[in-house]
């Protein structure tokens, strides 16, 4: 069944919800809402399809954050459609206009790997990037609480020692999550407390290691230098590591999230992005415009403030969660 055909039964009341569906519905609603109530609006006042609806349909994608180019793609394949079907009232394109939001996100995944790259019998290594303030400790500490949770062994490196509140923050979450957090005094070498992470995850064969790193992107040249520095210290230890660069970015922040997602990407290797506080934004459509701008995976999402609510990434649960309610039959 694709991810459309479940749209549709949404909206005709078959059971269709998972537990990970009816998380991502909770945890959009107010993209949802506003969204949804935007176009519902659009569709009421326009009863024929001209340029002025257009242009009105594409300041209300602007606004949901999809992107200003893919806002002008969707906009524009709308046209050619609506010659070629000879479409003249709004209710016949409003499927149409999900539909195209649906191809835009999976045309863009095609060559990615969505989902977390776990060594299997082998110690995982992750790094996390981002600026302060958006969740970057509070999604290590989740993560590394489910893990903990499925049985799995975890270390924590608190590098972020320029700070001393994300030490103390990060051993706050180690108790919550009953792991080790590896650390150093404030002001101490980042590199050194991940090579003393990685030491003692080895020793302790633990499944996996989670490093909190700075976020001082207004001297990219020293973050830059910082994080190959500690690239090198956990290769020569285990060569094929870091198996993640995950750089942590806040949905409520829109557009800015995008801009510093821009400058991570030319900083480091990123290899994902973890999108915290989805639930807390009414532009959702962020999710759209960093997978066809930056062409990364989004691969974790914040969907609530519990410590379980940190979810996979699922295009079908959020594509469903955002449309569902809107499409017609």
Do not use: C
């Not at 945890?27 to 009421?44: S, V």
């Amino acid at each position: 069944m694709g991810i459309f055909d479940k749209i549709k039964q949404a909206f005709t009341g078959e059971k269709v919800e998972t537990q990970t569906e009816e998380k991502y519905e909770k945890g959009l609603e107010k993209t949802r809402k506003t969204f949804g109530e935007r176009l519902n609006e659009l569709f009421a006042n326009f009863r024929t399809v001209d340029e002025e609806f257009f242009e009105n349909l594409e300041e209300t994608l602007i606004e949901a954050d999809v992107g200003f180019d893919n806002a002008i793609a969707i906009t524009d394949s709308l046209r050619q459609e609506v010659k070629l079907k000879n479409a003249k009232k709004t209710s016949e394109i409003q499927n149409v206009i999900v539909e195209k939001l649906v191809a835009i996100y999976e045309e863009e995944g095609l060559d990615e790997q969505a989902g977390l790259n776990i060594q299997e019998n082998e110690l995982t290594v992750m790094l996390f990037v981002g600026v302060n303030g958006v969740g970057k400790t509070t999604s290590i500490g989740k993560l590394a609480a489910r893990y903990q949770r499925q049985g799995k062994k975890v270390v924590l490196a608190a590098a972020d020692t320029f700070r001393a509140g994300a030490i103390d923050q990060l051993v706050v979450w180690g108790q919550r999550a009953n792991v080790p957090v590896v650390k150093s005094q404030p002001g101490g070498d980042p590199a050194a407390v991940v090579f003393d992470a990685v030491v003692q995850a080895k020793k302790e064969k633990a499944d996996f290691l989670l490093v909190d790193t700075a976020g001082r992107l207004q001297n990219k040249v020293n973050l830059m230098k910082e994080l190959e520095k500690i690239k090198r210290v956990i290769q020569k230890e285990i060569p094929n590591a870091p198996h993640e660069v995950l750089l942590v970015i806040d949905a409520t922040t829109g557009q800015n999230a995008l801009v510093q997602a821009q400058q991570f990407k030319e900083t480091t290797d990123v290899s994902g992005i973890i999108l915290t506080k989805l639930d807390g934004t009414a532009k959702g459509g962020i999710v759209l415009a960093i997978r066809s701008k930056l062409h990364l995976p989004v691969k974790l999402v914040g969907l609530g403030e519990g410590i379980d609510d940190l979810a996979e990434f699922d295009a079908n649960a959020f594509v469903y969660g955002l449309f569902k309610g809107l499409v017609k039959e």
